[in-house]
């Protein structure tokens, strides 16, 4: 566990190079308790490839990923990390609460986390329905309270409000903010550039290079642009 003042984050010069082909190209930032943090950038930018570093699950070439102390992957760090894939990693023919249950029983965590994770991601009154007859939003919100289980300080969500529509997008990250209000350091991917105006912090990845590291409004100020689209699309003109 980090101290009160490490960094819950530290990620130094961390390249990853596959086939020959260069991934990550020596990204550097920390991120600290309480932070939710907008991991953007295109398809093929390298968030996934980011994120599976900081799991643990990605071989990196040279560089370091270190969370809440320990090196990416190592043991300490189980239950210490919450993720939650892009595509559904809950069982359709069970039902809700019957999917947090498992999940909870593999962790081995008191059953009282059952209810509340359920409390937490607005599902309680949804517990006895079949995932398979949940919408789109609901089902993300099933995959949410799974990798919410045991509290984890430290939660890294992969294009959660992917497909979803307005209202459940809005839903969805008013609870990621009160999960970094309670503390957690949150990192949510998205290759929607309009959904930089929710995080207190962007880090903008465009093929394989961390251009931009800071709030919204700097974004904004310092690519002289008027929406978050045309920001990214100055700071990649900027870069040729």
Excluded at 25 to 49: D, N, Q, R, V, Y
Excluded at 140 to 161: F, M
Excluded at 202 to 224: K, Y
Aim: hydrophobic letters at 45%; aromatic letters at 6%; glycine letters at 10%.
């Amino acid at each position: 566990m980090a101290s009160s003042n490490q960094p819950t984050l530290d990620v130094s010069n961390l390249r990853v190079v596959r086939s020959s082909n260069e991934i990550l190209k020596s990204i550097s930032f920390h991120a600290a308790p309480g932070e939710l943090i907008g991991l953007l950038g295109p398809s093929g930018s390298g968030k996934s490839t980011l994120m599976r570093a900081l799991l643990g699950v990605q071989a990196i070439s040279s560089g370091s990923a270190r969370i809440l102390g320990s090196a990416a992957g190592s043991p300490p760090l189980r239950g210490q990390l919450g993720y939650m894939a892009q595509g559904l990693a809950v069982y359709l023919d069970l039902t809700v609460e019957e999917n947090i249950r498992y999940f909870n029983g593999v962790l081995n965590l008191p059953f009282y986390e059952v209810s509340r994770v359920l409390d937490v991601v607005a599902l309680t009154t949804f517990s006895q329905r079949l995932v398979s007859t949940l919408s789109g939003g609901e089902r993300a919100r099933v995959s949410l309270g799974v990798a919410l289980l045991g509290s984890p300080p430290v939660l890294i969500l992969d294009e959660p409000t992917v497909g979803l529509d307005p209202i459940l997008r809005r839903d969805l990250w008013g609870t990621f903010n009160a999960l970094a209000t309670a503390g957690a350091t949150v990192i949510v991917s998205s290759h929607v550039m309009d959904e930089a105006a929710r995080c207190a912090r962007l880090l903008l990845l465009r093929n394989g290079t961390l251009l931009f590291d800071g709030t919204p409004a700097s974004l904004l100020a310092v690519s002289d642009a008027h929406g978050y689209d045309e920001a990214f699309e100055h700071l990649i003109e900027g870069t040729r």
